[in-house]
């Protein structure tokens, strides 16, 4: 189960105060709310079998019990201490079956010693009560039995990497457990301690985050060519056909990089500073070759004049990498399909481009938060282009068909359009492509980060 160490560091034990006493369980990290608070999930039975609210302890840590029920649903809601690198586990609404899945809990190694493990499984038949009551959540079908101390393991979708369930019964000394689908948490969550998007600071660069899921990508085919018709752009037509494309979750950055935050990376690398144009365009944002340096005045523009292999340099050293062309479309236009990222009405007073009057690169987040995507994403229309890690292959987009090839040549996928262009180059769907060893003035980048690059 290489990659998911990242999992196993969302996870926590749940033990009593009282050292003699042998119960305990599993707990997992579910977010922060906006107060900052961390929240962890667990089964109500755990937390009686530890000796109660008051004795419960979530890594060592005392807890405050949010919410807590016995019977069906048997779901606990504990605020604790989390380390603040720790990433959520997004808890997911779907109750599609036959899923293969992962748990991930705690057993006993010795007297005092608990290890996390993982165990693969498949989402089974569904199960609708127990106890006799209704509650959603299947039986999970496993080759191995499941410890004791797996109850209130998260039950992750194996794809998405969203937990769909919560271990809970069954664990009577054969193979397989039942699971209370996670979406029961979310019905049931307490309406004051709501959930943050959860966000990343790494190397004084932002992440918002992309929940795992399905979204519409590109556009309907007779839209696509009218729209190269009329507007006289061919590649308009490569947006079709639309077709619904499932990704996992991931980390975007908010921003696109900064000068200043490209600064850092060549200072610390030793990396090359970005490339030098000999035009009055280029010149405006060009470096100085020998100090190595941006102009003064531009540390919050986004970094231009850089190259998509030296744009993954820079995600290299961040420790993350640049997004799919497909992550980068879901990031601007959210799950509901918008034309630019706050909605489906054009508006020149939320983005750089030519119809706002802009006549040059600005500062990224100008127009923020009101013209950010669903997601806190902001910059996604205008100011510059930004590279994908994709070939500009036909639709429909598959990350298997070669088109993520990194080690290959040839045109990579930019998004967003620019400064100079119109509404229609700011859509969402829109697709352009630079030579990877271009370095235009009107090309930046964000970097992407999946939870198991953490």
């Keep these: 189960m290489a ?77 604790t201490e989390v380390p603040p690198e720790t990433l959520p586990l997004e808890l997911g609404r779907r109750r599609a079956g036959a899923k293969t899945c992962t748990i991930v809990g705690y057993r006993k190694i010795s007297r005092d010693v608990h290890q996390t493990r993982l165990i693969e499984g498949t989402l089974g038949a569904a199960v609708l009560s127990t106890a006799g009551h209704r509650v959603a959540g299947w039986h999970i079908d496993t080759q191995e ?31 397989g457990a039942v699971a209370i689908a996670a979406s029961e948490a979310l019905h049931r969550w307490p309406a004051d301690r709501r959930l943050e998007p959860p966000r990343l600071r790494v190397k004084g660069v932002d992440f918002v985050y992309v929940p795992a899921g399905s979204f519409a990508m590109g556009t309907h085919r007779q839209r696509a060519e009218d729209l190269a018709r009329e507007r006289g752009r061919p590649e308009f037509a490569a947006e079709a056909p639309r077709t619904e494309v499932e990704l996992p979750a991931f980390y975007i950055a908010r921003f696109p990089v900064t000068n200043e935050q490209f600064q850092q990376f060549v200072d610390e690398s030793g990396d090359a500073a970005p490339s030098v144009r000999h035009d009055p365009w280029s010149s405006r944002y060009a470096w100085d070759q020998d100090s190595r340096r941006f102009r003064a005045g531009l540390e919050r523009h986004p970094v231009t004049l850089v190259s998509w292999a030296h744009a993954r340099r820079y995600c290299d050293w961040l420790g993350a990498r640049l997004p799919t062309e497909a992550e980068w479309e879901k990031a601007a236009r959210g799950a509901d399909g918008r034309t630019w990222p706050w909605g489906d009405e054009w508006r020149a007073d939320l ?100 939870p198991s690059d953490e």
Aim: glycine share 14%.
């Design 145 to 175: 039995t499941v410890p004791k101390g797996f109850s209130g393991s998260p039950v992750v979708d194996t794809v998405s990497g969203e937990v769909v369930g919560i271990a809970s019964l069954g664990f009577s000394g054969s193979p």
């Design 351 to 450: 983005c750089a481009n030519a119809e706002g009057g802009s006549d040059g690169l600005t500062p990224v987040g100008s127009w923020s938060p009101q013209g950010d995507s669903a997601y806190g994403a902001a910059d996604m229309a205008g100011n510059v282009w930004e590279w994908c890690s994709s070939f500009c292959d036909p639709y429909p987009y598959r990350s298997d068909d070669g088109r993520e090839d990194l080690g290959a040549e040839g045109h990579r996928v930019i998004r967003g359009g620019a400064f100079e262009q119109d509404r229609f180059m700011a859509r969402c769907a829109t697709r352009n492509t630079a030579r990877q060893d271009d370095f235009g003035f009107t090309i930046g980048f964000r970097p992407a980060l999946s």
């Design 3 to 79: 990659g998911w160490s990242w999992l196993q560091r969302s996870v926590f034990l749940v033990t009593g105060a009282d050292p003699d006493r042998a119960d305990f369980g599993t707990a997992f990290f579910a977010g922060r709310d906006a107060q900052g608070r961390a929240y962890v999930v667990t089964c109500a039975h755990v937390v009686e079998n530890v000796g109660g609210p008051e004795a419960v302890r979530v890594g060592g840590h005392p807890v405050q019990v949010v919410r807590t029920a016995d019977g069906a649903d048997d779901i606990a809601v504990l605020q």
